[in-house]
């Protein structure tokens, strides 16, 4: 497992010395870790931690040891990840510098310590597997009761105040540095985990994954690195579904009459998604549990995607198709932010699927009716009676002998009374039409073969029959639907426009106070910014400022400048929403114009 230089190339391990050496115990061994560098005599002992790695002790190493630990920030976290306890050659006094007297309470602190370190490097060496793993959450907790404790950090700033270093470290850094301890010995773990999930070891980083789940009562961290680990499986999944579904909306043309062509590009990126995006969902859904957010933002990515290819196929004229897939969204996406887009979007399309299901798609001529001599076309069957239009769905048959032979097709009409039909348009095979087709090829299919096999040599071919006379009646006028085609995309356009404004709205309340503060920080930026400008002048003309007063205007700067960025990055997501919502407005406008006219 990686071993992380924090504990490898630590300075108090590369000098052999306990962390509650003072600067001059650390000054005397550097001087006699030199000596023995240079006679070739550097070795090993038990104190080197010999399962960490070797320990480089080269002359550059130790000048590299004394330079971090000259460094107040870097002193406290060397200090932190290795043993406090003085050295069995310091305890001896064998060592070329003085022991480090210690009182009891100082000794059992710091004998905690290092018995939680030890259980670190324990962890460093175990394989991921369930014991492996266990014994990384019980090192864990076992540091965490450590960091946590008052006494530990009191005693660390006593070893800066009385160790004679300069300049000693500050409270806040202390602060700083207690507040990633348990973060910092989670290292090796995490990187475990990215490794498995560059490898596709979804077992290994599902238990690291479980693991950080189990250590979520040890700090904030444990959440910042549930995100982190996670990350690239679900940026890799988010452009993925993005790539998707941004294809498709580009291809699609937003014109009347482009139906079969945008039906092609929908179906394309429909195969896909059930091709690639379904099964990787299926891979980050065995990676984290179920309760996780990353597998919150991987459900949301995919119902999004299918959403929006659901909404690209009311360009097709598939607006039944189109809630079938929006409903599927919105089971996908339950408990998400992106399920209230999507039930807008479903919403939209209802009417229309509603209409598309009740009159099918247009007709330019009503067909042919009418028999001679049993032969002929008639209407068969009388299902899904409409109130509202009062019409019904039968289906058009080619008849012999008045027996309904081949369906045709099936319409919607209203009976006028006289065997006279008004067509509002023509709608899919029924089941049961789809099973008489199939049986009548099979009769015929059957009726081929044996007249091929029972036919003989001598025999020419036969000609057909048909009847000699043949008078079809009169096509009965095409009727126009109630609501033209045009009509209902102009109301489904309205509809969208209304709900995409709804959410937009909903977006712009969300984000007014973050803009509110933004444009404050930003106000109170400039304001720094000029006085400073007026410093610079000032002193570029010679004029003495206030030095103090110039840094502390520039730290208040800084301040600002990392508050606002925090802000505008927390709220990245809503605000790409709501400049997304702003131009679906205007393309939706757009097209709701074009049709008036």
Not at 210 to 226: C, D, F, K, R, Y
Not at 336 to 364: C, D, F, K, N, P
């Amino acid at each position: 497992m990686f071993v992380p230089d924090r504990f490898k190339l630590n300075s108090y391990r590369v000098l052999r010395i306990s962390g509650s050496s003072n600067r001059s115990q650390i000054y005397s061994a550097a001087t006699s870790m030199k000596r023995a560098a240079m006679l070739g005599v550097t070795g090993t002992t038990e104190d080197d931690q010999v399962q960490l790695g070797e320990v480089p002790r080269t002359e550059a190493d130790i000048r590299t040891a004394i330079g971090r630990l000259e460094n107040p920030a870097q002193r406290l976290s060397e200090r932190l990840f290795w043993f406090n306890l003085p050295t069995k050659a310091e305890s001896s006094g064998s060592g070329t510098y003085p022991s480090t007297p210690l009182d009891a309470k100082a000794e059992e602190i710091l004998g905690k310590h290092d018995n939680a370190l030890r259980g670190i490097f324990s962890a460093l060496g175990a394989t991921l597997d369930d014991p492996g793993i266990e014994l990384w959450v019980q090192s864990l907790q076992g540091w965490h009761k450590i960091v946590s404790n008052d006494d530990y950090w009191a005693f660390s700033m006593t070893l800066e105040e009385e160790g004679g270093f300069e300049p000693a470290a500050l409270p806040s850094e202390i602060e700083t540095l207690r507040g990633n301890a348990v973060s910092l010995a989670a290292e090796s773990l995490l990187a475990a985990a990215r490794d498995a999930l560059v490898r596709n070891d979804a077992l290994t980083f599902k238990r690291v994954f479980v693991a950080l789940g189990i250590l979520a009562n040890t700090g904030p961290w444990v959440a910042l690195a549930q995100v982190d680990v996670a990350s690239p499986a679900i940026s890799k999944f988010r452009e993925l579904c993005r790539s998707i579904r941004d294809e498709c909306f580009s291809k699609v043309v937003r014109k009347k009459d482009t139906g079969k062509s945008n039906k092609k590009i929908c179906d394309a990126a429909l195969k896909r998604f059930r091709a690639e995006v379904q099964p990787a969902f299926a891979v980050l859904a065995a990676l984290f549990p179920k309760d996780q957010e990353a597998t919150q933002q991987a459900r949301e990515e995919s119902a999004l995607c299918l959403s929006q290819i659901a909404t690209d196929y009311t360009w097709a004229d598939e607006f039944i198709l189109s809630e079938k897939l929006h409903q599927e969204a919105l089971v996908v996406a339950r408990d998400t932010l992106g399920a209230v887009r999507i039930e807008a979007r479903l919403e939209e399309v209802r009417g229309s699927a509603r209409h598309q299901r009740v009159y099918g798609s247009e007709i330019a001529s009503a067909p042919n009716l009418g028999t001679t001599n049993g032969f002929g076309f008639t209407l068969y069957g009388h299902s899904d009676y409409d109130q509202s239009t009062q019409s019904y769905t039968t289906t058009h048959y080619f008849v012999v002998f008045f027996i309904p032979v081949f369906p045709i097709c099936r319409y919607r009409v209203i009976n006028v009374g006289g065997n006279r039909y008004r067509f509002l348009g023509k709608l899919p095979y029924g089941t049961g039409n789809v099973w008489h087709l199939g049986i009548v090829a099979a009769i015929i299919a059957a009726f081929v073969i044996s007249a091929s096999v029972n036919r003989s040599p001598q025999q020419g071919p036969q000609q057909s029959s048909r009847p000699a006379y043949y008078t079809p009646q009169p096509s009965a006028p095409a009727y126009n639907p109630p609501v033209s085609y045009k009509q209902t995309q102009i109301s489904a356009l309205k509809s969208r426009i209304e709900a995409n404004r709804a959410q937009l709205d909903l977006m712009a309340t969300r984000l007014k106070p973050v803009f509110a503060e933004a444009e404050s920080l930003k106000s109170q930026m400039e304001g720094i910014e000029s006085v400073l400008k007026s410093l610079d002048a000032q002193n570029n003309t010679g004029v003495p400022i206030n030095v103090n007063d110039y840094n502390t205007r520039v730290g208040t700067y800084n301040d600002l400048l990392a508050r606002r960025k925090a802000l505008i990055d927390a709220n990245s997501a809503d605000y790409a929403v709501y400049q997304n919502l702003v131009k679906q407005d205007s393309d939706l406008v757009d097209e709701y114009n074009a049709l008036l006219k």
